[in-house]
């Protein structure tokens, strides 16, 4: 993949919407499950590629610095990137088998997380929860986002005349 300014642009805006969305915005309560907003732009990954996967991935470690679960929380960028991949590669399919994909591995992962670090009991119901509500909203976002975008103009092949 050739680096461009567009690649570039691409990989800012997903980077700063994780990372500030995150920071800024801290996690949103409902009730108690605490929701990502940065996790929400995971689904225009499908839509973006490659930039958009290494920019979410770059402010997930951003975020993850000043994380609650500490040191260990820097590894989930390793895992995103991981289930990331799996979501571009499923996108082929359809975007809801590699938003699950991303789901499961991602939740999975969280939910061992966060039991190991505080031992709470009700973390696999949280992490599951809570990467549940941010996806779906992703996955809405994603669908207004794809049916504004233009579509692509197919040519017909060109016939030679004799």
């Not at 500030?20 to 732009?41: C, F, H, M, S």
């Not at 049916?147 to 004799?162: C, I």
Request: glycine share 10%.
């Amino acid at each position: 993949m050739r680096l461009t300014s567009t690649h570039f642009g691409i990989f800012v805006i997903f980077a700063a919407i994780y990372a500030a969305g995150t920071l800024a915005l801290g996690r949103l309560p409902i009730g108690d499950i605490q929701v990502k907003p940065g996790e929400i732009a995971t689904p225009l990954a499908a839509i973006f590629g490659m930039a958009s996967v290494v920019g979410l991935v770059f402010g997930q470690f951003v975020a993850n610095m000043a994380s609650p679960l500490g040191p260990l929380d820097l590894i989930t960028p390793a895992i995103a990137f991981a289930a990331l991949l799996t979501l571009l590669y499923l996108r082929r399919i359809h975007i809801l088998a590699g938003v699950g994909a991303y789901y499961i591995i991602t939740s999975t992962w969280l939910a061992i997380l966060t039991s190991f670090v505080t031992g709470r009991g009700d973390a696999f119901f949280t992490a599951f929860a809570s990467q549940g509500i941010a996806l779906a909203a992703g996955t809405a976002v994603y669908y207004v986002v794809k049916s504004r975008m233009p579509g692509q103009k197919m040519e017909a092949p060109a016939v030679e005349h004799q």
